[in-house]
């Protein structure tokens, strides 16, 4: 009698899957889209991510943050890749030269400003408010990014060369691989001051601005997005290049200090 019963209740149950359309207990496969972007875009981008993804559940959001020299060297050299976002004009400007990313399909979204940080704590004081008191004996260390590969760097670099005194400090200066890396150098005190983003240094309550640097010492800070030409995920990658351009990004991208490009 047990087994009639247990027979019985296999064909109802066969019966009612058979109803359910397919598919219907396993997850919904989502489309990975990988945004390689500058390190200093990353709290605004993980920011954004929960309300993109709610938006578009088909799509999973995977990020790979960096200098974005070394970013642009990973593209070059084929890593996986859909959207990416520098902090120069000259990482892009290469990726489009070389066929990586369609003229048509970059544009520079966001601006931002270089500043000086020191730690909150610091006993050093900048009596005349300009960098060449970098030179003091009171500054042991100075964190820049890698010039070569970190466009914070670079900017630091044209800063210090604008007032002549880059070779002076020489000896000071620590590289850094990327700006964050900066902005941590300064934290914990390994640095006595350095050159970050305006948006970085707005992240720690550790360090505080002492200096804004005036635009006319280094070259406009932009961020530039492209679409990565050899992309699995067009239609994914064009609708999320869209929507860092819109309103609801934007809105982000402001709380976190970033501002809009100017005008050309």
Avoid: C, W
């Amino acid at each position: 009698m047990k087994k009639k019963y247990f027979i019985v209740f296999s064909l109802v149950l066969m019966m009612v899957m058979s109803l359910v359309p397919a598919g219907a207990f396993a997850k919904e496969a989502r489309t990975e889209l990988v945004i390689s972007a500058a390190a200093s875009l990353q709290d605004s981008l993980l920011a954004i991510q929960p309300q993109y993804e709610k938006e578009h559940p088909g799509v999973k959001l995977s990020f790979n943050f960096g200098a974005s020299g070394t970013l642009q060297k990973q593209i070059e050299q084929g890593a996986p890749a859909d959207v990416f976002i520098s902090a120069g004009a000259k990482q892009m400007k290469s990726l489009v030269d070389k066929g990586l990313i369609d003229s048509g399909d970059q544009t520079t979204i966001l601006s931002n400003d270089l500043v000086l940080v020191m730690p909150v704590n610091t006993k050093i004081k900048l009596a005349k408010q300009t960098s060449t008191e970098l030179t003091k004996s009171e500054f042991k260390h100075v964190a820049i990014g890698i010039p070569e590969t970190v466009p914070a760097g670079q900017y630091a670099q044209e800063t210090l060369q604008y007032l002549k005194i880059y070779d002076k400090l020489g000896p000071k200066l620590v590289q850094a691989k990327d700006v964050r890396q900066v902005l941590t150098y300064v934290e914990t005190g390994n640095a006595d001051a350095g050159f970050v983003y305006r948006t970085d240094a707005l992240t720690s309550k550790k360090v505080k601005i002492v200096l804004t640097i005036a635009q006319k010492a280094y070259q406009p800070i932009v961020y530039p997005a492209g679409i990565i030409q050899d992309t699995k995920h067009l239609k994914e990658a064009a609708d999320f290049y869209s929507y860092i351009q819109g309103k609801a990004a934007t809105a982000v991208f402001l709380k976190y200090g970033f501002k809009l490009p100017a005008a050309s």
